[in-house]
């Protein structure tokens, strides 16, 4: 509600809420925030793992396929690609 419009906030809050098991608000916000920020690399990684863990997979690859495509190094890379790998 501070930062509607942030997109790492919101993607901040969609971690927490995933770690919280609420996982389906944990979509809604990494949605908004991938939106707001398409080409955040961590931003859409995080979107993709929300996605994996509700069993949208194919959407999962999806984004992390586009993520990818970005060829933005980031912190996440090495644990995006396992994830790619089991989806």
Same mark, same amino acid.
């Given at each position: 509600?501070?930062? %509607?419009?942030?997109?790492?906030?919101?993607?901040?809050?969609?971690?927490?809420?995933?770690?919280r098991g609420e996982t389906q608000?944990?979509?809604?916000?990494?949605?908004?925030?991938?939106?707001?920020?398409?080409?955040? %690399?961590?931003? $859409?990684?995080?979107?993709?793992? +929300?996605? +994996?863990?509700?069993?949208?997979?194919?959407?999962a690859r999806q984004v992390l396929?586009?993520?990818?495509?970005?060829?933005? %190094?980031? $912190?996440?890379? +090495?644990?995006?690609?396992?994830?790619?790998?089991?989806?």
């Amino acid at each position: 509600k501070l930062a %509607p419009n942030d997109a790492n906030v919101l993607d901040t809050l969609g971690v927490i809420r995933l770690q919280r098991g609420e996982t389906q608000e944990a979509v809604d916000l990494h949605s908004r925030a991938a939106t707001l920020a398409p080409k955040s %690399p961590t931003i $859409g990684f995080n979107y993709a793992n +929300a996605l +994996a863990r509700v069993g949208r997979k194919e959407q999962a690859r999806q984004v992390l396929e586009a993520v990818m495509e970005l060829k933005v %190094p980031f $912190g996440e890379m +090495a644990e995006a690609r396992r994830l790619l790998g089991s989806l």
